[in-house]
Every structure is written in C-alpha cells, then in structure tokens.
C-alpha cells in the first residue's frame, strides 16, 4: 500500500449560512482547496463526498452526481460517503485507501451539510434518524437524549461532575473565538452553561453542538508526490473504523464507546503510534460528556478519569495535549458530514504551522476522532507532519 | 356459569372538586355536597380506555388463573373507545394474548356498554359457543370544561372474566334481567368532543326509571326483597344518585357501602357498575348474594344478581384490589390536567 | 411510522416477546435474528419476557420530537430487564426527581403516541416504578 498525504484543504464558514446553498457550499470549500494546492480540476482522479442526510435536509439524494456536475468535474468518478456524524472522516479513510491502494492518484476527500433550510425542530427530528427507529426513536429518544443518558451513568460510575463538563464546553467555544472560520464567537462561564435551558438531563443546551451548514474539503495524494504540491506535506499516518451496536441499550457500556477504542487501536498500531506520543486531537465533542468520554477511549486518560484532566487544564490550547483546538463541534459548528473533514483540515493547518492565534506549540503527531450517532461507528486518524 | 375472575383498575391522578370550583368560581362545598364527589380519577397522557382496559383485563386473567389463549371472547364496552372504526377489543386481545381463536367487538351504550358485554358473554358460555369471556367497561370520560360534568367525568375500568362454574370461581350468576327504552336523556354526536344532556331530565325519566325498572324486574323474577342481598351496587354517576336510587329500592346504606366509589373517583362511566362490582368481590363471602344494576344513558339498565364462591378468598388476592388503586394516587391541578385531556389547543 | 411497520412488531410491542439463543441461551429484547456470539451456529426462538427490570440510566427529555410535543417533559430510561438485556422504554406515571439508578421497574402496555390527528395509535410498552403502583392495603 502507497502511504498518503494532504496536501491541500479549504471549507467554508461555518454557520446558518441562510445566502448559500448546498451546491455553492461545495464549490467554495472545493475551489480553496484546489488553490491551496496549487492544482486544477482536471487533475482529480476521484471524490469521495461525507454527507449524512441531504435526502432528508434538502430532500436531494444522489448528491455525487449533483457535486461532480456543478463542481464542473464531471465525468469524474464521485461517491457520497454515509455513516451518520462520522460521514466526513469516512470519506477521508474512502478517500485514503482509494489512494493508498494505487487505484487513484488526486483524490478530494470532502464533507458537506446543509442543515437550515429546514426549521430547528425539523433538523433534530431528522438528527434522530441515526438512533434505531424501532426502538429508540420510537419511544422519544433525541439525539442529545442519548448522550444525557451516557452522561448520567458516567457521573453515577465515575462521580464526573455538571461543572467538568461545562468545562469542555468553555474550552472548546474559547478555542472557536480564535478561529474564523467556526461559527461561535462567544466566551462561555460555567454558570452560563449549567444556567442554558435543560435539553435532556443532565445535558444543557450550551453543552450540545448545534445545527450547522458548513462543506471542507481536502486534496489526497500518494506521500511520494506531495513535495510537487507543497512543502508542507502531512501524512495520514494511520486510519482505523470500527462498528458497534446502534442502539444503546445493546452496548455492553454506556461509559465507553467501544467502536471508539478499536478504530483507534487499528489507527494507533498502523501509525505505530502510542497514546502519549499524540500532541494535539480533534475529538468528536458532538456534547462535552461525549469529548469526556472520547479522551479516555483514546487512551489519553484512565476511563473515569476525562472530566478532571479537563478540569486540570490537560486539554488547554496551551496545555499538554490540546484537544479541539479548533473550537470542537460545540465551538465550531457541526454540519454533520463535513466534520469529519473539518477536524482533519484543523489538524492539517496545525501540523504545518498555520493554524495563527491557536497554533499548538509542539504539534508533530495528530489524532482526529469522529462518531457516528451515539457510538455505532467511530473513525480516528493519525498526522504526522512530514 | 359464573365470574372465574375479576379486575380492576384506576390510574393514578386525582382531581378534586374544590380545584375544579377554583377555575370556574363555584362554591367547591356546594358542588361536593351537591354532586357527592370529592375528586375525580383522571388518565395519565399516555392511557386511554385501551390501556385501562388491558390493565384491568390482565388483572381479571390473574384471578382467572387461565392460559389467554382459551378466551373465545372479548368485548369492550366504553364511550371513549380511541378509534371511532377499528375495535379497542382486538388491541386488548392482542395485548393480553387471547388472540387468535376468538371474537371481539366494541360495545356502546353510554355508560351500561361494560355490563351489556357481560350479558353477551353469559350466553356465549351458556351454549357452549366459547369457554371463557372477557368483558371489560372503561372509560376515559371527557366533558366540557365548566359544565357541571366536568366535575364527575373520570377514568377508569374493570373486567369480568365469565366461564363455566366448573373449578374455582369467584362468583355464580344467579340471574340478569334488563329494561331498555328509547330516552335521549344524555348523548354525544358523532365528531363532536363532548356530549350534551338534557340537565333535569337524566334523572327521574333516565336514571331513575331504568335502574329502579331493572332492579325490581329481576327482584320479581327471582322472588327476592332486598334483605336477601348483602351488597348492592347501582350506578354512579355521582355520589347521589345511587344513594337515592338504593333508598327507593328499599336497600341500606350499609348494603350500598362497599360498591359505592364516586365520592372518591367521580363517574368512570362504562366503567362504574363494575368497578363498584370489584370493590364488593374484594370484600365479599362466601355464600352472600349481591345486586349489580348499571344504567346507561339512551337508556338501560342491566341487573344483575351474584352469589359469592369459595374460590375468591383465595382469588382476590391475586391482583391488586380496588382500595389499593383508591390508595396509589397523585393530585394534580386543573392545567396539568387540561394538558392530560388534550384541552390544549395549540 | 406507517402501518406496516408498527404492526409487525406488535406481538414484541404488546407481549415483551424477544428471541432466546438455543445455542448459549442468551436472551435479546428487542429480538434479534442474529445472535452476536454465535451467529450462524445459535438457533433463535421466541421468547417472552417478563417486564421485570431496574433502572440502569435514565434522562428528562424537555425538547422532543413532534409526535412527542404533548407530553414533554417526559422521562426516558434504560432499562437492564431481569433476563439481561437492557432497552429504552419512557417511563409513566413519575416524575424524574422519583427516580434513582437501580430503581425496580416493570413494563407496562400504554399509548406512545400518534401519527397526527387522523393516523393510527401505536402503543408499546413504558417503565413503571414498581413502587408506584398500587400496593397490597391493609
């Protein structure tokens, strides 16, 4: 297998962005990507496309057909990539093996989702389609019920406390202040958290990310051909995904997101990488029990243990090992299937130095963590800068 | 041919009448004393006359003691049933697994439709045509808010397994006899929320006429005064009426005492006689004898005449009784119970 | 939910039916057709379960879904059942400050909602503290 490399990224902002549609969205992010590499269009080999629900957001299914076509690519192959939240960095991994595997050179691995043109209560009832319909959704599950009910037997196991998990949710939207392109720009307290309405208890409004449009996208190469479009390669080290049970009440825990530690097993023993030697991750922080609960599955901390190393600042921009330096979802935004490249391109921007006001100083080695739904897929990566 | 078994069942919320007279600026003593309820049973958002039903007909197969699957019979007998076309009997069916070697159907007939299904059971069994009936009244009554029903109209329902007297029963059916006539004195249009009565005139020319007519019908068939009953159970549509009713017969209060429920649960309608009926098997002896009569508005009565078996010592311990459901409750104010009701417009 | 897909899983709805492993008798509810151990070597058959359970987590759901909106806020729980597996069921009759991890429930048949003013009715099961039904009287 060649080994990979991302040599050029681009997103949008993101944000209600009420004067864009889904298809310009995709053409900004794309077009910024490609100048950031330096390359045209007609050099792509392939696309793969993250995207959890347009089928239901804008009623528009077969958007790869619709992205080739107005990214005026066509008849360039392009596949749309779906596992719920984790859709983007899905497409990341499609995109690597494709290139990994000799079978395409240029390949954009990109993440797009268009989530307000619909009202707020329509986009949650339509995020509620990633629990199992049968028997989750149908007695009134939410999206951020199912993570209120992880965090619930988290503190009752682990004692984690409403105040650490505020905590994460102060980091993450001081990180987002920093970042341009995210779409949050407010300084957050404790109190102001823990004071926001109740969504699901114990979960807060201000500790749940919120519905968001947004597209990013990345340019793959073979590693060997990078230096032809930029000096400042980064290598996709190691990938691993992992499946689990979609509903919760079949997880062997609700502390622990098991598709989480075995994705990240697969990409750490590919990587040859270990735990410590990770400098900075952009973890899955859909709520912040779920960025708790992300830190100790990657082995970053003992389980039980995520709530105080955030409260001891461990996970600072200018701590140890900075997470979610971008602002995180709750900082940044999740438009669902662009997260997953969104994390990436964060990671990408800080391994080569450019991240400005939020560089991590020591920033070699880097981790993204995406989750589909409540933990039914997970796809972690790992950077090296080369 | 007799009761194999019995069951009731209220939910838990209570509203009372001084909370109701809060609202609509009523005297809440007069309306106690003038009605005879101090509160009323309200479903919770999430029960109607089916749950209620499965409830107590799942009670009534625990005092049965019988496999489900041997009941050839259900009927559900309310004027609440959730669907106007689509039987609640075969969901109770389904629900308590009779189904599918059996019949089922609907009945109405304001608030006698429980006991009518009563009727058609015992002559089911009588010939032979199934083993065991289920019969079941309830209802999750609704009225308009401040009209003086409003302060009766509750929820709540009980179920009468009927069977051959062949093992262990609960009680024999000495003899049912009914008076029916045409009498419009309470009814509810098709599509329309809430029903209408003809305020005075439910008394004297409904209630009265066909609970008195019924109960001396049969008192006359089977050569009997009221002093070879231990108990009497009459209809309650308030804590009144079958007080009087009970009177004019020549029954006492302490006959009447134990079957007598709206005082503390309003008027569970299809759901009422039996209810009382159940409150009575929970106390009864053996060898006592008990008058059921129901009346339902339109109107009817079904009398009924019971002798208690040996087996409901031992039976009526198998489920919970009808003063532990009066015990397990909740108060809630009027708008947590317009909210329960569906009296929310949005 | 449209009508064909509610009522072909109402005797599991109603009746707590799942499916029992022949083959290293595990039991699933929901029902599964697969078992995750055994897979093509386990032999599935129904089985019915007892309702009985105890509260392994649960939450307070203050914004929900359409179809819910009319009985917001309710209470949504995970249900470790007697048998071992674990489902999510809405509990009835209680308020959240009632309930504690551990709690002894049983499933009750009850109204879940609606599809709209004219749809059918589904009903399933909800969870009930077992100390909040009615209890033998004196």
Redesign the interface.
């Given at each position: 297998m060649r080994r990979v490399a991302v040599v050029g990224v681009g997103q949008t902002k993101f944000g209600e962005l009420w004067d864009t549609s889904f298809r310009q969205m995709i053409i900004e992010a794309g077009t910024r990507a490609l100048e950031d590499a330096g390359i045209s269009g007609e050099e792509i080999d392939a696309m793969y496309v993250g995207n959890m629900s347009a089928g239901q957001f804008i009623r528009q299914e077969h958007i790869a057909s619709l992205i080739a076509d107005h990214s005026g690519l066509a008849p360039v192959p392009c596949t749309r990539v779906e596992a719920a939240c984790a859709s983007g960095a899905l497409a990341l991994r499609e995109a690597m093996v494709a290139v990994a595997s000799g079978m395409h050179d240029v390949v954009v691995a990109a993440g797009i989702e268009k989530m307000t043109d619909v009202i707020a209560?329509a986009g949650?009832?339509m995020l509620?389609t990633v629990s199992d319909?049968?028997?989750?959704?149908?007695?009134?599950?939410?999206f951020?019920?199912l993570f209120?009910?992880?965090?619930?037997?988290h503190m009752?196991e682990f004692g984690t406390t409403d105040e650490q998990r505020a905590l994460v949710a102060v980091k993450n939207h001081h990180n987002a202040c920093l970042n341009a392109y995210a779409q949050h720009h407010v300084e957050l307290t404790v109190e102001r958290v823990l004071q926001s309405?109740?969504?699901?208890?114990?979960?807060r409004m201000m500790e749940c990310a919120s519905l968001t449009d947004g597209a990013a996208c990345l340019i793959l190469v073979p590693l060997e051909e990078a230096r032809k479009y930029t000096d400042t390669p980064v290598e996709i080290a190691g990938s691993g995904q992992a499946s689990d049970t979609i509903?919760?009440?079949?997880r062997e825990s609700?502390v622990s997101l098991r598709a989480t530690r075995e994705a990240a097993r697969k990409a750490y023993r590919m990587a040859r990488v270990e735990p410590k030697q990770v400098d900075l991750a952009e973890v899955h922080d859909s709520t912040t029990i779920s960025e708790i609960m992300a830190i100790e599955d990657l082995g970053f901390c003992e389980k039980g243990k995520g709530g105080k190393i955030t409260e001891e600042g461990m996970t600072a921009i200018d701590g140890p090992l900075p997470v979610n330096p971008s602002g995180g979802l709750e900082g940044r935004g999740h438009p669902i299937g662009a997260t997953g490249i969104a994390q990436a391109l964060e990671i990408v921007l800080q391994l080569r130095g450019e991240a400005g006001k939020r560089q991590v100083k020591k920033a070699e080695v880097g981790l993204t963590h995406t989750v589909g739904g409540s933990g039914g897929t997970a796809v972690v990566h790992l950077f090296r800068r080369r | 041919m007799g009761v194999v078994g019995y069951g009731a069942y209220l939910p838990r919320y209570r509203l009372k009448t001084e909370e109701i007279a809060r609202i609509w600026g009523a005297d809440p003593k007069q309306m106690k004393r003038g009605l005879g309820v101090e509160e009323k049973a309200v479903a919770g958002p999430d029960e109607d006359t089916v749950t209620i039903s499965v409830e107590a007909a799942k009670n009534a197969l625990r005092r049965g003691g019988i496999d489900p699957s041997l009941v050839g019979a259900i009927y559900v007998g309310s004027e609440s049933h959730p669907y106007a076309v689509k039987p609640t009997a075969s969901i109770v069916a389904e629900a308590v697994g009779a189904v599918p070697e059996m019949t089922a159907a609907d009945l109405e007939f304001a608030c006698k439709a429980g006991t009518a299904g009563v009727q058609a059971c015992m002559g089911m069994v009588e010939a032979g045509m199934i083993r065991y009936g289920l019969a079941i009244g309830a209802d999750t009554a609704q009225s308009s808010p401040g009209d003086p029903l409003e302060y009766a109209a509750a929820a709540g329902g009980a179920a009468l397994l009927i069977g051959k007297l062949d093992g262990e029963a609960v009680a024999a059916i000495e003899a049912t006899y009914s008076y029916t006539t045409d009498t419009p004195d309470f009814w509810r249009r098709d599509m329309h929320p809430y029903p209408r009565h003809g305020g005075r005139f439910t008394g004297r020319p409904g209630y009265f006429k066909h609970t008195l007519s019924a109960a001396q019908g049969l008192l006359r068939r089977l050569g009997l005064t009221p002093r070879d009953f231990d108990h009497a159970v009459f209809h309650q549509p308030n804590g009144r009426f079958p007080v009087e009713v009970a009177r004019e017969l020549g029954f006492s209060l302490s006959q009447i005492r134990t079957g007598l429920l709206s005082p503390k649960i309003g008027n569970t309608y299809s759901g009422a006689t039996l209810l009382g009926l159940a409150a009575i098997f929970d106390r009864a002896k053996e060898g006592e004898r008990i008058l059921a009569v129901s009346y339902g508005s339109g109107a009817g009565s079904d009398a009924f005449s019971f002798i208690v078996k040996e087996g409901i010592e031992r039976k009526r311990e198998l489920a919970p009784k009808v003063s532990d459901y009066l015990e397990n409750k909740v108060y809630i104010d009027y708008a947590t119970y317009c909210k329960f009701t569906r009296k929310l417009v949005r | 939910m449209h009508v064909p897909r509610f009522w072909r899983e109402i005797p599991n709805r109603y009746g707590l039916v799942g499916t029992r492993c022949g083959h290293c008798n595990r039991i699933f509810f929901p029902p599964r057709a697969i078992c995750p151990n055994c897979r093509r070597v386990g032999q599935l058959e129904p089985y019915r379960l007892s309702g009985r359970g105890r509260i392994y987590s649960f939450t307070t759901v203050y914004s929900g879904p359409g179809d819910f909106r009319e009985q917001i806020p309710y209470v949504l729980a995970i249900v470790e059942l007697e048998e071992g597996p674990r489902v999510m069921a809405q509990l009835t009759d209680c308020q959240e400050e009632e309930v504690r991890i551990g709690d002894e429930v049983e499933l009750v048949f009850r109204r879940i909602k609606e599809e709209g003013e004219e749809g059918i009715i589904h009903y399933g099961f909800k969870a009930r503290l077992v100390r909040a039904r009615p209890q033998p009287g004196a």
């Open positions: 209560e949650q009832e509620a319909q049968e028997w989750e959704a149908f007695v009134g599950a939410t951020p019920s209120a009910l992880m965090a619930r037997r009752h309405p109740m969504v699901s208890s114990p979960l509903a919760l009440g079949d609700l | - | -």
